[in-house]
């Protein structure tokens, strides 16, 4: 079955330091991946998406994510952690175009320590 | 940008009753809604696909006659959990999609149901 892939439930870091939240797929095709946000008792915000353009992916409040194929991930970084980042973020792919049903990791839980 | 808004944000009531959460795309139609169960700490899980002006499509587990989803018109969809239990409170969570292939998917804000 077609899945996505959440590494670490929980991840923490201190404010100022490098962000790394690991998501791989599984799949023969690419997929078409995203990663959202989540704040309590919030819906999802989109920060970035891969299409099929260009593998590095920029997307809003300094995140990126580069699509790598050759290890099925879509790992998502920030350069410097905020304290304002601190949420959960979930991971999800879509499979079978444009309308197909987006599939979501587990999610990980991001803490930001000062 | 798209917005879709989910109505009510929270909602409490009493085992036995019937609750309707709303999802309206405020600034495009949306071909494609999907409805999202989530409970604490875990992932959403897909509940059902409904498409305007058919029957929605249920994922396996879900059952249809307890959770009644209406898609009448482009910009709006409601699910209706009918006959409510203490083991349905849970965060409910609308996504709409607009008939454009830009992969475009737009979320509500949720819904915490608590049945008591």
């Known amino acids: 079955a077609q899945s996505v892939t959440q590494l670490g439930s929980h991840v923490s870091v201190s404010e100022g330091a490098l962000v790394l939240l690991r998501c791989n797929y599984s799949s023969s095709v690419p997929p078409y991946l995203f990663w959202y946000v989540q704040y309590p008792n919030q819906g999802l915000q989109l920060l970035l998406k891969?299409?099929?353009?260009?593998?590095l992916v920029k997307g809003i409040n300094g995140f990126e994510a580069e699509f790598k194929k050759s290890e099925t991930s879509f790992h998502l970084t920030k350069p410097s952690a905020h304290m304002s980042d601190a949420a959960e973020y979930f991971c999800?792919?879509?499979?079978?175009?444009?309308?197909?049903?987006?599939?979501f990791g587990k999610g990980t839980k991001l803490s930001v320590k000062p | 940008g798209a917005v879709v808004s989910q109505h009510p944000s929270r909602v409490i009531c009493k085992s036995g009753t019937s609750v309707k959460i709303e999802c309206r795309s405020l600034?495009?139609?949306?071909?494609?809604m999907f409805w999202y169960r989530q409970f604490p700490k875990q992932s959403l899980m897909l509940m059902a696909t409904?498409?305007?002006?058919?029957?929605?499509?249920?994922e396996q587990g879900v059952e249809k006659d307890k959770f009644l989803i209406n898609h009448a018109s482009l910009t709006l969809s409601t699910l209706t959990v009918t006959s409510a239990h203490p083991e349905d409170s849970s965060f409910y969570i609308c996504?709409?999609?607009?008939?454009?292939?830009?992969?475009?998917?737009?979320f509500g804000s949720g819904t915490r149901l608590t049945v008591v």
């Open positions: 600034d495009f139609q949306a071909t494609t």
């Open positions: 891969y299409t099929s353009a260009a593998t």
């Open positions: 996504s709409a999609i607009s008939g454009r292939s830009d992969y475009g998917y737009t």
């Open positions: 409904s498409n305007e002006g058919s029957k929605a499509t249920y």
């Open positions: 999800a792919v879509v499979y079978g175009g444009s309308q197909g049903n987006l599939i």
